[in-house]
């Protein structure tokens, strides 16, 4: 959902890049306004995926990434 949370930060304030303090500020709001967006099927399969991921960690993978 990484492009998603971008394009909601760069919606607000389009100099927003990466990294910079515009984009940190924004950052955790529009997480949770994109997680709002998520329909109910797609939040049960993050849900689960961070459920599996707390008990056993990501796959190698995701981990090289």
């Not at 303090?21 to 049960?44: H, M, W």
């Amino acid at each position: 959902m990484k492009n998603d949370i971008t394009e909601v930060i760069k919606g607000k304030v389009a100099s927003a890049d990466p990294g910079t303090r515009d984009f940190i500020t924004n950052y955790q709001k529009s997480c949770s306004e994109v997680i709002e967006s998520l329909s109910p099927g797609k939040l049960a399969e993050f849900e689960a995926q961070a459920e599996e991921w707390n008990t056993t960690g990501p796959d190698a993978a995701t981990k090289a990434q």
